[in-house]
């Protein structure tokens, strides 16, 4: 019964992760600035990797193995943050202006 439920708990957590990871990869591929497509980007990794990381941890049952698995995943939240805050901070001192939609030019009224 028990293992019914653990695994039930980490398909659970595995489908969040493909669903993040999908979610990030469209939003990489169609988002117009860098600044739009770091945010896909660092939530996809974070909440994709990390839910599956801490779906594989469940799925060792709470061995070394799982522990190790919980580290790595507590450092991607750390460092995916910090990368895209970095990533996002050398965009703007750089110069690049985050994208503006334009309105369109309409012939004014005769």
């Known amino acids: 019964m028990i293992e ?3 695994n039930s708990i980490v398909i659970i957590l595995c ?3 493909i ?3 999908i979610v990030g990869t469209i939003g990489l591929f169609r988002l117009p600035d860098v600044y739009s497509r ?3 980007t660092t939530k996809c990794d ?3 990797g990390g839910s599956i990381l801490i779906a594989l941890a469940i799925y060792e049952k709470f061995s070394f193995n799982s522990f190790k698995l919980f580290v790595i995943a507590f450092l991607l939240l750390i460092t995916s943050s910090t990368t ?3 990533i996002a901070r050398a965009a703007y001192k ?3 202006m ?3 939609k334009k309105e369109p030019d309409f012939p004014k009224g005769e």
């Open 4 to 6: 019914i439920i653990i």
């Open 15 to 17: 489908c969040i992760g």
């Open 19 to 21: 669903f993040f990871f």
């Open 38 to 40: 770091l945010h896909a």
């Open 46 to 48: 974070t909440l994709g």
């Open 84 to 86: 895209g805050h970095t």
């Open 94 to 96: 750089s110069g690049l």
């Open 98 to 100: 985050p994208w503006q």
